[in-house]
C-alpha cells in the first residue's frame, strides 16, 4: 500500500518570497505522484502530476515539482508566491497505471501569505 | 461550461435522518468518486464507479450508500448508521483509463449534523 506525509501542516511565508512545500510517500511500486489546490470551500484543482519522464514537472500558476526516487520524495516549489496562493495544498500519490480509486491523498499543507 | 455540480452547498441535518448529497457532471466521464474531508486527514475515499449500474466501496463506506442509474449522476446518501457525519464532502469524476487523466472535483457539500 502507498502512503504520503506532507511534513509541514502550515507554511507561512511572506509577499514575493519563495516557498517549499514538502511530500515523502511511500511504496514498494512504482508510482505516479500528484500535487492539488484547494482554495477556500471549493473543491481541488490539479496543479501538477508527474507520471513518467522528466523528474522535474512544471504547473499552473508558477509551481513545479521536483520527483526524487532516492529520497521518495515530491516537494512543491515557487520562486516568488502571491496573495492569491493562499490555500491548502495537497500531495496525492497512486501505483502507476492505476485508476483514481487507489490514490491516497496526503493530510495537507495550508499556506499562507503574508504581505 | 462544462464541470461537476454539488448541491446543496451547506446542508444541516438531525441526527438520526438519512441526507442525499447530489452529483451530476456533464463532462462525460466515466467514473465518478465521492471524498471525505475532515480537518488534517486529507481526502479519504467513500464510494466510486468506473461505470453506470455499478459502485464499489472505497475506505470509509460504512454509513454511506450510493447508486448510479446515470452516467451523469452520482448521489450520495448519508444514513443515519454513520457515527460521524459532519464534514466536507466533495464529488469527483474521471475519463475511465485512470490517472493520465486528472481527477475533476466539485466545489463541495458541507454537512452539519446536529
Known amino acids: 500500500a502507498q502512503s504520503v506525509t506532507q511534513l509541514d501542516s502550515q507554511v507561512p511565508v511572506f509577499e514575493e518570497a519563495p516557498v517549499e512545500l514538502r511530500c515523502n510517500y511511500s511504496s514498494s511500486v512504482s508510482v505516479y505522484l500528484f500535487w492539488y489546490v484547494q482554495y477556500p470551500n471549493q473543491g481541488l484543482q490539479l496543479l501538477l502530476k508527474y507520471l513518467s519522464g522528466s523528474t522535474l514537472v512544471k504547473g499552473i500558476n508558477g509551481f513545479e515539482a521536483e520527483f526524487n526516487k532516492s529520497q521518495t520524495s515530491f516537494h512543491l516549489r515557487k520562486p516568488s508566491v502571491h496573495i492569491s496562493d493562499t490555500a491548502e495544498y495537497f500531495c496525492a500519490v497512486s501505483p502507476s497505471g492505476q485508476g483514481a480509486q487507489k490514490l491516497v491523498f496526503g493530510q495537507g499543507t495550508r499556506l499562507t501569505i503574508n504581505p | 461550461d462544462g464541470g461537476i455540480t454539488q448541491s446543496p452547498k451547506y446542508l444541516f441535518r438531525k441526527e438520526g435522518q438519512n441526507v442525499t448529497l447530489s452529483c451530476e457532471q456533464n463532462l462525460n466521464h466515466d467514473a465518478m468518486y465521492w471524498y471525505r474531508q475532515d480537518p488534517g486527514q486529507g481526502l479519504r475515499l467513500i464510494y466510486y464507479?468506473?461505470?453506470?449500474?455499478?459502485?464499489q466501496k472505497g475506505d470509509i463506506a460504512e454509513g454511506y450508500s450510493v447508486s448510479r442509474e446515470k452516467k451523469e449522476s452520482f448521489p450520495l446518501t448519508v444514513t443515519s448508521a454513520q457515527k460521524n457525519p459532519t464534514a466536507f464532502y466533495l464529488c469527483a469524476s474521471s475519463h475511465r483509463q485512470g490517472l493520465s487523466s486528472p481527477l475533476h472535483f466539485g466545489n463541495g457539500t458541507r454537512l452539519t449534523v446536529t
Open positions: 464507479s468506473q461505470i453506470v449500474n455499478d459502485f
